[in-house]
């Protein structure tokens, strides 16, 4: 969302083309803007200059922050571009405007990700000012005399809403090819994707909406469950000063409707983890922003809100780790990492009753997605390894289920009275499925467990609703595709979890009642592979005996899918992600069986 490198500035205000030198070929355009020489201090303390690169044949100047999931994604690849080009006469530089982010900040960021160019800080953001770079990440390439050949995006791959396989155009690469050349850069500008620089901000004293007063209970109840320290989406939002650093992105995502990620169609269903934003909120916080952020009396804020350090469920009774790393290397092979499956013993000499269960990754940048099974020991063994190879066994599979991790939110959390059961004896069986981002990570992931309190009316299963004959035509832009369960006795619908791969496009639930009536529970009309979400309905919803959950869902596998890694291919079913699932989770509460003895 997505884990994805600043101090004063000493600006010339001489002419960059008189103080280096240097001119155009005949054969090239000029480019319409000369940038001011600048010099700056890197992450690690030393001073870089512009002035000091006049001998380059090009430099190239990428805006970059800490936070931002886009940011962070490219980062293996510009490291690549700097290997390429650095004997060819091009230097790499990053400058980071943000201004929130303090030179440790810098300098641990640039350590994490390996970047092997300076990162250099810009106070005040008056470099990024000067070349009008507005996102992070955003390249330019600069002539000897500090002309703008090229500004915008490293390559198409990653935007809003998509990840392509690979880039289908690698526009910094082309520019730098074509400035070796002698070249005019057939496309000089291009948009960049990524997060907004969080400049220098003036703000108000008064307004008709204040943070104290309004906005930080929003902030409170919409936002801090994810955008805190530690937790899974970036740029933290705990304060005054971060809800003002950030306000241009909370404009643009709100206004959007991009934040915060809710995706159910709101005419069906209610649901207890919904955070969407109501148009009174949605309205309070743009006019907070367009108003200059007023701060307001601190008298005003509300008691800061309490939450669980590392976990969303609160604090767990036991953590149940991985017994050991998991090496995660750098890059895939063609066919990717296949899914890895981890058992972690509990050693329960007794059944227990479990209310709330959260997936923790270890290396988050790494770790697409965790499922958590509940298995017997016994009857496991190294010919039954792998789960999800029969699906179509709605209750042995689907009853197994505790919970799972993903982008998105899908922590188990059950009503007081509702839980699941871990029997005497068995084990966790984590299926990790990891996803290299070029740099080789170690992850140790782990499951955190509360018990219930005291003895549940209900017993929570899951049924796994899955399609697995999947034949998806090259090119088809709508495939339907249709599964179905029914439920012998009576129960009350607690959850529901759609899952499908990156040709996903909209995913329905539908009861059908004994007496033919038809009810839609969940709709969720745009399916988002990079947040996915289990989502809880507000009121048990009861189900007679004989009622059957129908799921139907489509397929994009056009040209027109960005996310779609070849549109040439057929598709079926597959644990790749370039291959493709159906499958409805449902959680259903029946009356709860008397311990074992």
Not at 13 to 32: C, I, N, Q, V, W
Not at 51 to 71: I, R, S, W, Y
Not at 105 to 112: E, G, N, S, T
Not at 376 to 405: E, V
């Amino acid at each position: 969302m997505p884990r994805l490198a600043r101090l004063a500035p000493a600006l010339a205000l001489t002419a960059l083309a008189g103080l280096l030198g240097g001119s155009f070929r005949a054969d090239t355009k000029p480019a319409d803007k000369v940038v001011k020489p600048f010099r700056l201090v890197g992450a690690d303390g030393k001073a870089w200059s512009l002035a000091d690169h006049k001998d380059q044949k090009a430099v190239v100047v990428v805006f970059l922050g800490t936070e931002c999931p886009v940011n962070n994604q490219y980062t293996p690849r510009l490291a690549e571009l700097h290997k390429s080009y650095a004997d060819k006469g091009v230097a790499f530089v990053g400058v980071n405007s943000n201004v929130h982010d303090t030179p440790a900040r810098i300098l641990a960021h640039v350590k994490a990700h390996d970047i092997p160019f300076p990162v250099l800080r810009d106070p005040g953001n008056v470099v990024a000012d000067d070349f009008g770079a507005r996102r992070t990440p955003e390249a330019f390439v600069l002539s000897p005399a500090g002309a703008i050949l090229y500004q915008g995006r490293i390559d198409d791959q990653i935007g809003i809403g998509f990840k392509r396989k690979a880039p289908t155009s690698r526009d910094l690469a082309a520019a730098l090819d074509q400035v070796l050349a002698g070249e005019m850069v057939s496309t000089p500008k291009t948009d960049a994707p990524g997060c907004l620089i969080a400049r220098v901000a003036k703000t108000s004293a008064t307004g008709s909406v204040t943070y104290a007063k309004h906005v930080s209970r929003i902030v409170q109840e919409r936002c801090l469950e994810c955008h805190r320290t530690g937790e899974i989406a970036p740029m933290p939002l705990g304060s005054y000063e971060d809800m003002v650093s950030w306000q241009e992105m909370i404009l643009e995502v709100v206004s959007d409707g991009r934040m915060p990620p809710w995706h159910p169609d709101p005419k069906y269903g209610k649901f207890t983890n919904d955070r969407s934003l109501s148009q009174a909120e949605k309205e309070t916080l743009l006019t907070w922003i367009k108003e200059g952020c007023p701060k307001g009396d601190e008298k005003d804020l509300p008691k800061a809100k309490a939450f669980p350090t590392g976990w969303t469920i609160g604090t767990p009774d036991v953590v149940l780790p991985m017994e050991k790393e998991v090496r995660v290397p750098a890059e895939a092979g063609p066919r990717g990492i296949q899914y890895q499956y981890v058992r972690v013993p509990t050693n329960f000499t007794e059944d227990r009753w479990v209310q709330a269960a959260e997936a923790r990754p270890g290396a988050r940048e790494v770790v697409h997605h965790i499922l958590v099974y509940v298995v017997d020991p016994a009857k496991f063994g190294k010919k039954n390894a792998r789960p999800n190879d029969d699906l179509s066994r709605m209750d042995g599979i689907g009853n197994a289920m505790l919970t799972a991790y993903a982008p998105g939110d899908m922590p188990l959390k059950l009503e007081p009275g509702q839980s699941k059961k871990i029997p005497k004896g068995h084990m966790l069986l984590l299926q990790m499925h990891y996803t290299p981002d070029g740099v080789e990570r170690k992850d140790r992931s782990s499951v955190g467990l509360i018990f219930a309190k005291a003895p549940p009316k209900v017993e929570v299963r899951t049924r796994a609703i899955a399609q697995q004959l999947l034949f998806i035509p090259p090119r088809a832009d709508n495939y339907a595709a249709n599964s179905s369960t029914t439920f012998r006795q009576d129960v009350e619908l607690v959850s529901l979890m759609p899952h499908m791969h990156l040709r996903g496009k909209d995913f329905k639930y539908t009861a059908v009642y004994p007496d033919g009536r038809r009810e839609t529970v969940l709709s969720v009309p745009r399916w988002d592979f990079n947040w996915q979400g289990s989502y809880r309905l507000a009121r048990p919803l009861k189900l007679p005996a004989g009622t059957r959950i129908e799921c139907k869902a489509h397929f994009d596998n056009s040209a027109n899918n960005p996310n779609n890694p070849d549109s040439s291919k057929l598709v079926r079913w597959g644990e790749q992600t370039w291959e493709e699932m159906m499958i409805g989770f449902a959680d259903y509460a029946l009356p709860a069986a008397p311990a074992t003895e």
